[in-house]
Every structure is written in C-alpha cells, then in structure tokens.
C-alpha cells in the first residue's frame, strides 16, 4: 500500500516571499501521479499542480513550482511571491497510473497548514 | 460548465440513526469516489463507484454503502452513526479509463453525530 507523509503540520511565510512545503511518499510502483491541493476554508479540495513520475521535468504552474526526487520518493512544493490568498490547507496525494478500478483513487497526506502574513 | 455538486452541505444527526449523502458529478464524468476527512486530517478514501457497481473499498465497515444512478450521480449511506462519523465527506468525479485525468472534488458535506 502507498503511503503520504507530510511532517510540516504549520509553515508561516511573509507575503512576497518564498516557501517550501515538504512530501515524502513510499510506493513500489514505478509509474504513478503526484498531486498538491489546496483546501481553504470553503473545504473544496482545488488542484494546485501535478507530477507524472515518468516525467524528469519538474511541474511548473505560475508561482508554484514542485522538486520532484524520483529515487528519494520526495516531492515538495514550491510557492513564490506569496499572497494573502495561498493562505490554506495544503495536500500531497499519490495516484496509481494503473488503468484500472484503483487508478482514481488517492492517498493523501495529513497536510500542511500554510499561513500568510502581511 | 457545472463542477461537482453535493448535498446537504450541513446537517446534525444522533447516534445510532442513518444519514444519506448525495453527490452529481462534474459534467461528462462516470466515476464517482467518496472521501471521509475527519478534522485535522487528511482525506481517507471510502469506497468508488463506476457503472453503478462498488469498484474499490478503502478500510470502512460494512456501516458504510453507497450506490449509483443511470445518470452517474451518487448516494452515501452511512447506518448506525457513531460520534467518531464526524467529519466532512468530500465526493469526487473522475472520467474511467484515463489514468492520467483530473480528479474534481465537490465542497462536502460536514456531518456532525451527536
């Protein structure tokens, strides 16, 4: 079974500035999908940015960026320039790419709680 | 383009009754997955649904069922609620057989068993 780890229960960040959240996972799978989300206090879950595994290239979307160490099964997030929005919740999920039943189903970590200052 | 849609948004319930959660899934999506995300935690998958058959289950008691309609929308029952029930259940839509897709999730429904 895959298990998330994320052991940042509460990071802090300056507006304009920069911050890392971190993501271990353990799988035996080489093909797989790995996800941030964010939940604000709306509760919606909202799809920040993706990784597939086969990809060297790190995922990029705006000021968010991830650090994907495929060998060190580690996937971290990167948020530039932050703002008072990015204030939330923040999930790591993994996802299977196997093409069946399993393949939508996701494992999430116990998340990151991000808060913004002024 | 409507995303996914749950209902009730809140609702209270006692010990030991029933409670019945829906869910419409984001237009064009078949697949329909369920989520328990207890305060503080993170989502726990309960169990997913794709031509109206249980595809997959996480680690949830026998209390926890669920079905889905022609139209792909979706119901979770949950039968003798425990206090430890609490919790917001989160439904996701995703389309079958493209591993590679976006799963949307609705906003949830926050139950609270007293």
């Known amino acids: 079974a895959q298990t998330v780890t994320q052991s940042q229960p509460e990071m802090s960040v300056q507006e304009a500035e920069t911050v890392t959240l971190s993501c271990t996972y353990d799988t035996s799978e080489s093909d797989y999908y790995l996800f941030w989300y964010k939940q604000p206090p709306s509760r919606q879950m909202i799809l920040v940015i993706r990784q597939e595994a086969y990809k060297q290239q790190n995922a990029t979307e705006n000021r968010f960026s991830v650090n994907f160490q495929k060998a060190a099964k580690s996937f971290s997030l990167k948020i530039s320039d932050s703002q008072l929005g990015d204030a939330a919740m923040y999930f790591c999920a993994y996802r299977s790419s196997l093409n069946t039943g399993t393949a939508s189903k996701l494992t999430f970590g116990t998340g990151t709680r991000l808060q913004v200052t002024l | 383009d409507a995303g996914v849609t749950q209902s009730p948004t809140h609702l209270i319930k006692t010990r030991g009754q029933q409670v019945t959660l829906r869910c419409s899934p984001k237009?064009?999506?078949?697949?329909v997955s369920w989520y328990q995300q207890a305060l503080g935690q993170g989502p726990q998958f309960i169990f997913q649904y794709y031509e109206e058959e249980e595809r997959q289950r996480g680690n949830f008691p026998d209390r926890f069922s669920g079905h889905q309609f022609p139209n792909y929308s979706s119901e979770l029952n949950v039968n003798a609620l425990l206090l430890g029930d609490s919790a917001l259940y989160l439904c996701?839509?995703?389309?079958?057989?493209?591993?590679?897709?976006?799963?949307?999730f609705g906003e949830g429904s926050w139950l609270t068993v007293v």
């Open positions: 996701a839509s995703s389309l079958q057989g493209i591993s590679g897709n976006t799963i949307y």
């Open positions: 237009s064009g999506h078949d697949t």
